[in-house]
């Protein structure tokens, strides 16, 4: 029994210092960037597959298995839970300076705004609209 609870303790460790290590990765990705919209494929450098441990943190909460310390510590983060709202509302908000920029919302299928597909993205929303 003892040697099965030092083999639990020592996997629980192991466990949480992976997450200490990610958590890192998150905060360095949030210093240069100053947002934690990590893309899913993404690796650091050292190839540590950051965007997968995000998504994973997404899964977890939503299952409610997020311990509540560590969903507290993603939050000062400004951790974005729901990428897919995220991206519409970036996009959107390029819309709405596109707008005002050039008084319409006519937008050819190829234009891009900051690096956003926005002719696409609206593409599709007229499509889903249209629905």
């Not at 494929?41 to 298995?65: C, I, M």
């Not at 891009?112 to 599709?124: A, D, F, I, K, M």
């Amino acid at each position: 029994r003892a040697i099965a609870e030092k083999m639990i303790s020592a996997v629980a460790r192991e466990l949480s210092d992976g997450w200490e290590v990610n958590f890192g990765l998150l905060h360095r990705f949030w210093e240069k960037k100053r947002d934690c919209e990590v893309p899913q494929g993404y690796e650091t450098e050292s190839g540590e597959k950051l965007g997968h441990w995000v998504g994973a943190q997404r899964k977890l909460r939503k299952k409610g298995l997020l311990l509540t310390s560590r969903e507290r510590r993603l939050d000062k983060l400004w951790f974005t839970w729901d990428a897919i709202d995220a991206k519409f509302e970036r996009n959107f908000e390029l819309l709405l300076a596109l707008v005002a920029r050039e008084g319409h919302a006519d937008v050819p299928d190829s234009h891009v705004e900051e690096g956003e597909n926005l002719g696409r993205w609206l593409g599709t929303q007229r499509t889903r609209y249209a629905a």
